[in-house]
């Protein structure tokens, strides 16, 4: 611990970690960026076993990143490596899928380190990350989700919609858009602002319901809404933001969406949510959480998901009083 700087795993577009990392400069400690993307074209890997040890370097455009000096690492959202265009359909994703091996390999030597701190485990963001098993850990809580189906039938949609009274919605449970370094090309196009990540399915999409035979799709019963909350945990802070989505139209099903922005104050959570939700957070792992909530009109806490790795900044930017920021910098300066 001391003056080490700590590795942010990113991507370029990560405009949080840039804040971050001038907050924690602020506070006495460096940022070292390390973008997997980059790998192998504008940055390289130099890892070396001799003696019965592992060095590993990675060289970027700022300069040498040596993990031995690493003591705290802040794994926020990086895309894979990308290979050069120049290698042949063959080529580019063996290309790939080597780099990504030597970087797990260094990775899961950086994590076998004890006096390393994660902001969180990598694997352990990765398979929390599942719906389906959020729910399930979630119930094993107390936690109350609303009644769900995944499936690629379009009977079971129908009958699911019956089931509901029609009042049913679609829920991506991926993310709707796609970004740069998840697909080979990228245009503009690829991203669709305003699109929601949770609508109604209405009756004309029930007559296109056959369509879900091409990809695995999420239903959910539609659940009124009072208001809803995003509780953003840093290890043991707990940062509750009321989000008053049903005062606007455009945010009513999904206050995510990107032309608009909700009304938002400091929220309340009832103690037994809280501890349900330290306690999941604890179950896979993780030192960072955002949950998301609905409050239905009768006061009931319905659990939708939690992000293992998802934005917070906006939520200070929001609701300044809610101090997120200087939540996280402290932690990670004392663990670092």
């Known amino acids: 611990m001391g003056n080490a700087p700590i590795l942010i795993v990113t991507s370029r577009w990560d405009t949080t970690a840039y804040a971050a990392a001038e907050i924690l400069r602020r506070n006495g400690r460096e940022s070292a960026f390390f973008y997997p993307e980059d790998i192998p074209q504008r940055g390289r890997i130099d890892s070396a076993f001799r003696q019965g040890k592992w060095s590993n370097i990675l060289h970027t455009e700022d300069g040498p990143i040596d993990l031995d000096d690493i003591k705290a ?33 260094v990775w899961d030597l950086l994590l076998s380190d004890p006096e390393v701190y994660w902001m969180s485990n990598p694997h352990h963001i990765r398979q929390s990350g599942n719906k389906m098993l959020q729910m399930a850990r979630g119930a094993a809580h107390g936690l109350t989700s609303p009644k769900t189906i ?15 009274s029609g009042r049913m919605v679609f829920k991506s449970m ?5 970004l740069p ?17 949770v609508r109604p399915f209405t009756a ?27 509780v953003t945990i840093f290890e ?9 989505s049903q005062k606007n ?5 999904d206050w995510r969406r990107q032309d608009s922005s909700p009304q938002a104050t ?3 959570l009832p103690d037994p949510v809280a501890k349900a939700c330290l306690a999941m957070l604890d179950e896979f792992g993780l030192r960072f959480g955002a949950f998301d909530f609905i409050v239905t009109p009768e006061d009931e806490h319905i659990f939708l998901e939690v992000n293992p790795n998802g934005q917070w900044l906006f939520v200070q930017e929001w609701v300044p009083q809610l101090r997120l920021m200087q939540g996280f910098v402290d932690i990670m300066k004392r663990n670092s």
């Open 73 to 105: 690492v802040w794994w926020r959202k990086p895309f894979v490596s990308r290979p050069s265009d120049s290698l042949s359909r063959i080529e580019f994703p063996y290309a790939r899928r080597e780099t990504e091996y030597a970087l797990r390999g």
């Open 150 to 164: 995944v499936t690629n039938d379009p009977n079971d949609v129908r009958e699911f919609y019956d089931e509901c």
């Open 174 to 178: 991926t993310g709707p858009f796609l």
């Open 181 to 197: 370094g998840e697909v080979e090309e990228f245009t503009p196009e690829t991203f669709i602002p305003g699109m929601p990540l």
């Open 204 to 230: 004309d999409d029930m007559e296109k319901v056959d369509s879900v035979r091409e990809s695995a799709c999420m239903f959910q019963e539609l659940v009124e809404k009072k208001y809803e909350l995003r």
């Open 236 to 244: 043991d802070q707990v940062f509750t933001c009321r989000i008053d």
């Open 249 to 253: 139209d455009l945010t009513r099903y």
């Open 266 to 268: 400091v929220g309340e």
